[in-house]
């Protein structure tokens, strides 16, 4: 069975900490994306990537900043957290260049800053 | 600018019942359409997809969504609800050629009254 595995499932952290969210897939996907959920804003993207060593700013990149050394991890790093980052995030993967493939969710990462 | 519009935060429906979820999107080109289900401490996980042909298209679970162009629309529908679909529902909607970058709506949570 397909996985996206996130780290943690609950992560509770102090203003100004450094925080790192990892994902890993295990389907050989290029494609890897970190999303940031919200009651009544739904999903927003936060980064992507391509392919190894490759990032793209996402729809909401202040504050965070993203690592992909292998192919199958995904990292989300923020680097000073604050508590507007107080959130649930999802990290998904997909095949390259394919819209019509489906992404596949990890089960998400629920961050509280305090 | 690219959007989708989920007009309804909140649903409740008898188990049995019908049901239909919105989704409007404003897009530049032909749309990719998608619609996922979130259930409580879960990822998301894909219903169904729209890209060409029959604008009816069927997923699982018995759901079922008809693109409108004309609308803007891909509202999803199930003709007889069950206690096990309430969960958050996304409508996104994808560009050919950013594989699997996806813009999503803000999400109708589903309650089921037995």
């Known amino acids: 069975d397909v996985k996206v595995t996130q780290s943690s499932r609950y992560l509770v952290k102090r203003t100004g900490e450094k925080v790192f969210l990892e994902c890993v897939q295990d389907m050989d996907h290029e494609n890897m994306f970190w999303y940031r959920q919200d009651p009544g804003l739904g999903l927003r993207l936060i980064y992507f990537?391509?392919?190894?060593?490759?990032?793209e700013k996402g729809d909401i990149p202040e504050g965070y900043s993203v690592s992909r050394e292998k192919k199958e991890r995904f990292s989300l790093i923020l680097e000073s957290a604050s508590t507007n980052q107080t959130s649930m995030y999802l990290c998904?993967?997909?095949?390259?260049?394919?819209?019509?493939?489906?992404?596949?969710f990890g089960s998400g990462t629920q961050l509280s800053v305090l | 600018a690219q959007s989708v519009t989920q007009p309804d935060i909140h649903i409740t429906v008898s188990e049995g019942a019908s049901l239909e979820l919105r989704c409007n999107y404003s897009?530049?080109?032909?749309?990719?359409l998608f619609w996922y289900v979130q259930s409580p401490g879960q990822g998301l996980q894909l219903l169904l997809k729209y890209f060409s042909g029959d604008t009816l298209v069927q997923g699982i679970k018995g759901f079922e969504a008809e693109f409108k162009r004309s609308q803007s629309s891909f509202n999803l529908r199930k003709p007889s609800v069950h206690w096990s679909d309430a969960a958050e529902y996304f409508c996104?909607?994808?560009?050919?050629?950013?594989?699997?970058?996806?813009?999503f709506g803000q999400g109708t949570e589903l309650s089921v009254k037995p």
């Open positions: 996104a909607v994808g560009p050919y050629n950013q594989g699997g970058k996806l813009i």
């Open positions: 990537s391509y392919d190894v060593k490759m990032k």
């Open positions: 897009y530049g080109a032909t749309p990719y």
């Open positions: 998904a993967s997909g095949r390259a260049l394919a819209t019509n493939e489906k992404l596949f």
